[in-house]
Nanobody, 121 residues
């Protein structure tokens, strides 16, 4: 069982930067794909990006490519989402998620954090 705890959300002005952290309770190198997913009330979840910690070449959605960066601190079982050039369209609750398969549809991912709110004005 994997427990995930996000932190780092908050309010920021358009054009600003913010970094989110996701601390995992287990060794994330053990066959778990990790992702950042965001959701706005009334809209579907959007996978912002995912990474296989043992091969840290993240994949990103087109909406954030070039602005967001995912990286992993293997030694501390922590994944980061570094966001820059934020716009009001990035306002959402951001979730950390984990699943054995990167390719699974996001709504079927097995493990989820509680979410952290990002508000851009």
């Amino acid at each position: 069982h994997v427990q995930l705890v996000e932190s780092g959300g908050g309010s920021v002005q358009a054009g600003g930067s913010l970094t989110l952290s996701c601390a995992a309770s287990v060794n994330i190198t053990r066959g778990v794909c990790m992702a950042w997913v965001r959701q706005v009330p009334g809209k579907e979840r959007e996978k912002v990006g995912h990474v296989w910690p043992l091969n840290p070449r993240p994949s990103y959605s087109e909406t954030v490519m070039g602005r967001f960066t995912i990286d992993v601190d293997i030694s501390n079982y922590t994944m980061f989402l570094r966001m820059k050039g934020l716009s009001p369209g990035d306002t959402a609750t951001y979730y950390c998620a984990a699943d054995p398969y990167c390719s699974n549809p996001v709504n079927k991912w097995r493990y989820w954090g509680q979410g952290t709110q990002v508000t851009v004005s």
